[in-house]
T-cell receptor
Framework: GQSLEQPSEVTAVEGAIVQINCTYQTSGFYGLSWYQQHDGGAPTFLSYNALDGLEETGRFSSFLSRSDSYGYLLLQELQMKDSASYFCAVRANQGGKLIFGQGTELSVKP | ETGVTQTPRHLVMGMTNKKSLKCEQHLGHNAMYWYKQSAKKPLELMFVYNFKEQTENNSVPSRFSPECPNSSHLFLHLHTLQPEDSALYLC?????????????FGSGTRLTVV
């Protein structure tokens, strides 16, 4: 089967740094994506990694290690508005659908 | 507003009812998707359409019937649903089925089957 594992919940304080990990087991790999979903809202695309290394976009960074089947989303200078669910997703074959993890609920406390 | 519009936002239906969910995008995307999101579970892909042609049916029960009349519109027709079908139904689109530029999701239809 194909599966993605990520923690179900993470709690952090404003201004802190948090890392959300994702490990995957899929028949193939064509890239790891991250999505953010606020309660009651649409999932929104955050980042995409096809090659090993770190991609930085403002306060958010995403990392991929294909040899370890592992990636993470790093959120810096946390703000209250970052409280949301974060999903990792893998494209298992070229032209294929995205397979999503179960999501990590991030709570940012004052 | 994300560019993908879903209606209605909320729907309560009985097990003998027939209803339809609508999804509309004017982003110029060629691929559209239906996902089911239940609490504490991964998003489950239901159907994929690419250039109006269905390219994937992920073993979805026949009480869910998709329709894609053109690249901008996607429907999900519902009939004789079960209470366990209660969930958030999300529509998404992407440039093409294999796009690396991410999916654009709608805000979903919260469906309750009573």
């Amino acid at each position: 089967g194909q599966s993605l594992e990520q923690p179900s919940e993470v709690t952090a304080v404003e201004g802190a740094i948090v890392q959300i990990n994702c490990t995957y087991q899929t028949s193939g790999f064509y890239g790891l994506s991250w999505y953010q979903q606020h309660d009651g809202g649409a999932p929104t695309f955050l980042s995409y990694n096809a090659l090993d290394g770190l991609e930085e976009t403002g306060r958010f960074s995403s990392f991929l290690s294909r040899s370890d089947s592992y990636g993470y989303l790093l959120l810096q200078e946390l703000q209250m508005k970052d409280s949301a669910s974060y999903f990792c997703a893998v494209r298992a074959n070229q032209g294929g659908k995205l397979i999503f993890g179960q999501g990590t609920e991030l709570s940012v406390k004052p | 507003e994300t560019g993908v519009t879903q209606t209605p936002r909320h729907l309560v239906m009985g097990m003998t009812n027939k209803k339809s969910l609508k999804c509309e995008q004017h982003l110029g995307h060629n691929a559209m998707y239906w996902y089911k999101q239940s609490a504490k579970k991964p998003l489950e892909l239901m159907f994929v359409y690419n250039f109006k042609e269905q390219t994937e049916n992920n073993s979805v029960p026949s009480r869910f019937s998709p329709e894609c009349p053109n690249s901008s519109h996607l429907f999900l027709h519902l009939h004789t649903l079960q209470p366990e079908d209660s969930a958030l139904y999300l529509c998404a689109s992407s440039q093409d089925e294999g796009s690396d530029y991410g999916y654009t999701f709608g805000s979903g239809t919260r469906l309750t089957v009573v």
